[in-house]
């Protein structure tokens, strides 16, 4: 099998160029791609603390936390501890992050266009690519706790 053959590469270079594409479409914007994912999640979830971000977005706190200061420094973004737990940091969006929403609308119709995928085209792909990232993780799941226990 030559390199151009395997999946790792496929699937790398298209992730390089799904990002390339959004970094254009979210220019006007003023997002970078992961600032986008982030605000996406508050616009569809509400607000939600440090981990469940990193876990939905699968960001290390070490990459997220600075992603979340500059959110709040471009005034998206609120951070308070919890209430009942003060540990816990709660992400919100401030009125211009949720204004912003109205301005990143047309993103996902610019890159469905920009891919050449019809909706439901997206829809069996973004399936497809699920299904792929979940038998990935319990393969590799597996395979560490195998290796622990020979090792």
């Known amino acids: 099998m030559t390199l151009d053959d395997r999946l790792c590469l496929a699937l790398y270079a298209a992730s390089r160029a799904m990002?390339?594409?959004y970094r254009v479409a979210l220019a006007?914007?003023?997002?970078t791609y992961?600032?986008?994912l982030v605000m996406v999640l508050l616009w569809e979830e509400g607000p939600a603390t440090v981990s469940r971000i990193g876990d939905r977005l699968s960001l290390e706190s070490n990459t997220l936390s600075p992603l979340l200061?500059?959110?709040?420094g471009m005034g998206l973004l609120t951070r308070s501890r919890g209430s009942d737990d003060e540990r816990l940091m709660i992400i919100g969006v401030t009125p211009a992050?949720?204004?912003l929403e109205g301005a990143a609308a047309g993103v996902v119709t610019e890159i469905c266009e920009a891919a050449g995928l019809p909706e439901g085209e997206q829809a069996d792909?973004?399936?497809?690519?699920r299904e792929l990232t979940t038998r990935?993780?319990?393969s590799t799941?597996?395979?560490?706790?195998?290796?622990?226990?020979?090792?």
């Open 28 to 31: 006007d914007v003023g997002l």
């Open 34 to 36: 992961p600032q986008y």
């Open 141 to 151: 799941a597996l395979t560490v706790r195998s290796r622990r226990r020979a090792g």
């Open 125 to 129: 792909l973004v399936r497809v690519l």
């Open 69 to 72: 200061k500059r959110l709040e």
């Open 97 to 99: 992050g949720r204004e």
């Open 136 to 138: 990935l993780e319990g």
């Open 19 to 21: 990002t390339a594409r």
